[in-house]
């Protein structure tokens, strides 16, 4: 019978083997702290001897066993100067701890029915490299986040992610981090007309909560709609024919541009009207898909003409019957206002 946990740990030396090696310097700079910090956690859980409650305990030795193996992965194929970073993880002790740690997770997952959730590798590493950040794309948001200030950002987001935190969580990691502090600029550039800057002392995180939610929502849908088209590359690469379509979370709350730009259906290497993906502005829901022709849902056939930015009807797998709903509403109201 298949050990669950060697399945896993089998899954995170692929996912690890797939990145390039630029970028495995900073990933492994945050699962080492990840591990100093799940350690602690760990640590700290089974001081309290809760017993009965074995869950949390056995989230964390998951989620280390599985930065472990990962780290153990990346000491062989990496060069000499991000080697000698993780020696440390290589000695006979250590070695020691992972086997039996190991044998724990296995034995514990058996209580939970043998699931064993994986560690989110390939958005940890967009993050953990930060050239995918969005806050750099933006002047006003660069110039607030600019420096050490934003390296800790990028750290401290890619940790939360490795570690599973949902968004809250993530949140309040950045409000510990304080933000940018003394003279902060809340709107504009200092030489903008309309800039608008305040003196905080204790940091824009810690006095004002939303902006450190605001970028964790943004930045992590980026990281994982990066993902995700790394993973329509490799679909294409095996089985040629795929597209690329905008996906927007259509409610009470859509904004009219991403309304604008849901369904639209682009090449791979295509752009969303100069965008490659998902979010279009800070908070954005939106993700990126992957799609076919003959994913038809309507069983009607698509005309080439019809792929590209003039797309506007629902089509592929994924098309949403509430959207047509949604402009029959608005079409009797502009009749009730011709009217």
């Given at each position: 019978?298949?050990?669950?946990?060697?399945?896993?740990?089998?899954?995170?030396?692929?996912?690890?083997?797939?990145?390039?090696?630029?970028?495995?310097?900073?990933?492994?700079?945050?699962?080492?702290?990840?591990?100093?910090?799940?350690?602690?956690?760990?640590?700290?859980w089974t001081a309290l001897g809760k017993g009965a409650d074995r869950f949390t305990p056995q989230m964390y030795r998951n989620a280390l066993v599985q930065i472990r193996g990962a780290l153990a992965n990346i000491r062989g194929p990496v060069a000499e100067a991000i080697a000698s970073v993780l020696r440390h993880n290589g000695t006979l002790a250590a070695g020691l701890a992972t086997k039996h740690l190991i044998t724990e997770v296995t034995r514990f997952s058996q209580m939970f029915e043998g699931s064993i959730r994986p560690i989110a590798i390939e958005p940890t590493a967009v993050l953990a490299e930060g050239k995918k950040l969005l806050f750099k794309k933006f002047a006003t948001s660069a110039s607030r986040y600019a420096g050490q200030v934003g390296e800790d950002i990028r750290k401290q987001l890619a940790i939360g992610v490795v570690r599973g935190e949902t968004v809250d969580q993530l949140t309040s990691r950045l409000v510990r981090l304080g933000g940018p502090s003394g003279l902060v600029y809340t709107r504009g550039l200092p030489d903008s007309p309309h800039a608008k800057a305040e003196f905080i002392a204790e940091g824009l995180f810690k006095r004002y909560r939303h902006y450190a939610e605001r970028l964790v929502v943004t930045e992590t849908v980026k990281a994982y709609n990066e993902c995700a088209l790394i993973g329509m590359d490799e679909l294409e690469a095996n089985d040629p024919g795929y597209f690329k379509r905008w996906d927007a979370a259509i409610d009470g709350r859509t904004c009219p541009y991403c309304k604008e730009y849901d369904d639209l259906v682009v090449p791979l290497d295509g752009m969303f009207r100069g965008i490659v993906c998902p979010p279009l502005h800070p908070r954005c829901r939106c993700a990126v898909v992957i799609w076919?022709?003959?994913?038809?849902?309507?069983?009607?056939?698509?005309?080439?003409?019809?792929?590209?930015?003039?797309?506007?009807?629902p089509k592929g797998v994924a098309s949403i019957p509430h959207r047509i709903q949604i402009r029959k509403r608005t079409t009797k109201k502009s009749k009730l206002r011709e009217d």
């Open positions: 019978m298949a050990n669950p946990v060697t399945d896993l740990l089998e899954h995170i030396n692929h996912e690890v083997a797939k990145l390039s090696t630029s970028g495995l310097g900073k990933l492994t700079e945050v699962l080492d702290s990840a591990e100093v910090e799940l350690s602690r956690a760990l640590s700290s076919r022709k003959e994913w038809d849902e309507n069983r009607a056939k698509l005309k080439d003409d019809l792929i590209g930015e003039t797309l506007k009807e």
